[in-house]
């Protein structure tokens, strides 16, 4: 009536499984990716709303953008940018946002990786800086 | 007993307040808008309180009817069914359609032309969306994708498309398509791939949209621009509109109109 050995012997089997990603990893989490800015974006400085705005909401943005030219017929954006000067963005995912971050794959899509999402919206809306390819 | 009846009261007005709540939100559509203050149209807007169309047939000629509907594929990613691979055996019976090019006979079913004038016969005819009065798609559609504007314009919001196609069955006109495959199978010869408008994407229905964008930024549909004046876009709400005046001044004929769907195309034969 003595498996203590067996016991602790399979405990530490189990342990050692179950902690594997951790080993494998060296201890270590995947570098967060700095999403590269586009030179366009860069001389342009700013983007609509304030960085950690858009960071933490630029998909409700975006949602609220489609409804707003879909539904509301309404296609401009007005926003007092940080020095209170107005600002007029036409309301387009190809044509504004991609027309300042012009490198989707190094911008969006480099977070979007990360963070395990991917937006449906490029089954249809076209990237126009992609010029041979019909995708 | 007055504790019970009050009790009662502030209940069931309780009970209405919350399902009124509730019955504003199954109806909200989309969980983000922008503040009305925060947009506002392109200053070069169109707008109209019904828009409607004149197809004059007497100026329509094949190259017309080439033009128009090429240009509105065009503009619109429309794919070409024929470029897809898969499947083969009925390719020929796959269509995405917006504007297209259609006989007499079968525009116009419901007219009993057993004699038809020998011109008709030879018109091509060209059959888009309605953009109907009372459009049945609209009261088919469960999900609120396809929605009739204030002026006029029945638009489909792809965002919402789910794919029953219960607006093809109500649509008396075969307007509508189904994409049965990723439509950009259908324009891998179009390098690039306008990026003005989006494609669609597998699953979801299409249709002609009246050039809602174009509108919006102050220009002509894309067939009235190219159709040598076949084609006259208007307000037909307005009574001084030049549209209103051709209707005036000339006998037009719509589909199906037995149906009381009231069709926003008239035609001049």
């Known amino acids: 009536m003595n498996d203590k050995i067996k016991i602790i012997a399979g405990l530490a089997i189990f342990v050692l499984i179950f902690t594997c990603p951790f080993w494998i990893n060296g201890g270590k989490a995947k570098d967060v990716p700095k999403p590269v800015l586009s030179e366009k974006a860069l001389a342009a400085k700013t983007c609509v709303l304030p960085k950690d705005e858009m960071a933490k909401n630029h998909m409700q943005l975006l949602d609220g953008w489609r409804n707003s030219v879909v539904r509301n017929e309404q296609r401009v954006y007005i926003i007092k940018d940080a020095n209170g000067i107005e600002k007029e963005y036409d309301m387009s995912l190809s044509n504004t946002c991609l027309a300042c971050h012009t490198n989707k794959a190094e911008f969006c899509d480099k977070c979007h990786e990360y963070a395990s999402v991917n937006p449906y919206c490029w089954d249809c809306h076209v990237d126009p800086n992609v010029k041979e390819a019909s995708l | 007993m007055k504790n019970r009846r009050d009790f009662l009261k502030v209940a069931g007005a309780s ?179 306008n990026p003005d408008f989006p494609t669609r994407m597998k699953g979801v229905v299409e249709k002609c949209n009246f050039c809602a964008e174009r509108l919006a930024v102050g220009e002509m549909p894309h067939c009235v621009e190219v159709s040598k004046g076949a084609i006259t876009f208007g307000d037909i709400g307005d009574e001084h509109s030049e549209i209103r005046l051709m209707l005036e001044e000339n006998y037009t004929i719509r589909r199906k109109v037995a149906l009381g769907t009231g069709p926003s195309v008239f035609y001049i034969v």
Not at chain 2, 75 to 89: R, S
Not at chain 2, 122 to 132: A, E, I, M, S, W
């Open chain 2, 15 to 193: 009970a209405l307040g919350l399902s009124t709540l509730s019955a504003g939100n199954a109806f909200a559509i989309g969980e983000h808008f922008i503040p009305a203050d925060q947009t506002k149209k392109k200053d070069s807007v169109l707008e109209g309180t019904r828009w409607g169309m004149v197809i004059d047939t007497r100026k329509l000629t094949p190259e017309i009817v080439e033009d128009v509907t090429h240009i509105c594929r065009e503009k619109h990613n429309v794919p070409d069914c024929q470029l897809f691979e898969e499947p083969k055996k009925n390719k020929e019976h796959h269509e995405i359609k917006w504007i297209w090019e259609e006989h007499f006979h079968n525009a116009f079913p419901n007219m009993a032309a057993d004699f038809l004038a020998k011109k008709l016969e030879d018109t091509p005819f060209l059959v888009l969306c309605n953009q109907c009065e009372n459009p049945p798609c609209v009261r088919a559609c469960p999900t609120k994708a396809t929605f009739k504007r204030p002026d006029g314009i029945v638009l489909m919001d792809f965002h919402r498309c789910i794919g029953c196609r219960f607006c093809m069955a109500a649509c008396p006109y075969g307007s509508r398509s189904f994409n049965f495959q990723d439509p950009r199978n259908g324009l891998v010869d179009r390098k690039p791939t």
